[in-house]
Each structure stands twice: as C-alpha cells, then as structure tokens.
C-alpha cells in the first residue's frame, strides 16, 4: 500500500494491508492533507469535518490509484503569504495531487473525480459567495483545466459530512450530519 500525504510525509509510507473490519484498515486523511494508495491494494480512505471544506476524490480503475484531498480554501493566490502545504487550498492541492497521482501510475486522461462538501456552514460572504460554493467553484475549475471528469457529487447545502473512500472501485459513502447519507 502506498500513501502519499502533503502535510505528514514526504515520500510515500507502507500502511499495513487491509484488516476484516473496514473501520479498522481506513486510513484517515487530515484537514489540509491528501492521500494515495496504488497498486491494486484495498485500502478504505477516509476523512471527516466537511462543512465548507471539499473532499476530492480521484481514481483511475485502470491503474489502480485513487487519492483523497481535503481542502479548505478555494486559492492560494487569495493569501498574501502563501502557505507552504498546497493541501488547504483547492487550486493549489489538486495539483498537488494529481501530481503524486501520475508519480503512481494514475493517469488524467483516465481518472474521474468525486467531490463532497463545499456546505454553507455560516452567513460569511465573499463576492456573494459563500467559502463552501467558493471551494466547489475551485474543485470544479481545477478538474475542469485538466479535463477530469467529474463523476459525482454531494456539495452544497448547510449539513456536515464525512467521506469514506473504497480505493478498489472508486466509491465514496456519504455520512451526512442530517443522517441522509449516500454514495456516489
């Protein structure tokens, strides 16, 4: 299994193989953090505290390779001192990733993207948009830019969600705070 993380590590890590209890064997991706694993090995990735952050899921059932980002804001270049971990920021973070993605094996012109999140959490506007629509617009065009399609969907709204990422099939299970979970 090979794991790749913008903010934890630097060169992949080896995360023992799949255990029988899914909960068990997931693998938890941070806020500000992304993952990979490669290689036809199960591996469950999984990440909570989506309100106006964005969960972007790439996969590539060819070769194998699925990543998970979790972002927080739309752009790097909106912050006067850029951060140095591009995983808090759409523009920036997807990059990253499809970076590592193709360092695996994946390749963009095979993947297909999921994206979950991007809620209104708050009444805070920028540019009458809220920072979750302001994710989604970002996840969108960034996807978009590198002609990725986008395979599904869960964004928008005012409810918190959790992702689990099956990496075997690309599947992602919603847990949704208004139990109305999904999966897409």
Do not use: W
């Not at 591996?43 to 059932?61: P, W």
């Amino acid at each position: 299994m090979t794991i790749q993380q913008a903010a934890r590590v630097e060169s992949p890590t080896v995360v023992p193989g799949p255990a029988d209890n899914i909960e068990e064997s997931a693998f938890k991706v941070g806020i500000a953090e992304y993952a990979l694993t490669a290689h036809n090995e199960y591996q469950t990735l999984r990440s909570s505290g989506f309100g106006s952050c964005i969960g972007v899921v790439l996969h590539d059932e060819s070769a194998a390779v699925t990543g998970l980002l979790h972002f927080m804001l739309p752009s790097i270049e909106q912050i006067s001192n850029p951060d140095p971990n591009p995983a808090k920021f759409g523009d920036a973070g997807i990059e990253a990733m499809i970076d590592s993605f193709t360092a695996l094996g994946g390749s963009v012109s095979r993947a297909t993207a999921k994206l979950a999140g991007g809620a209104t959490m708050m009444d805070f506007e920028n540019d009458g948009e809220s920072i979750g629509e302001q994710n989604v617009t970002a996840a969108r065009t960034a996807l978009e830019s590198r002609d990725i399609p986008i395979a599904g969907t869960d964004t928008g709204g005012s409810i918190g969600r959790s992702i689990t990422v099956d990496s075997r099939t690309g599947s992602v299970s919603i847990q949704r705070s208004d139990s109305s979970d999904r999966v897409i």
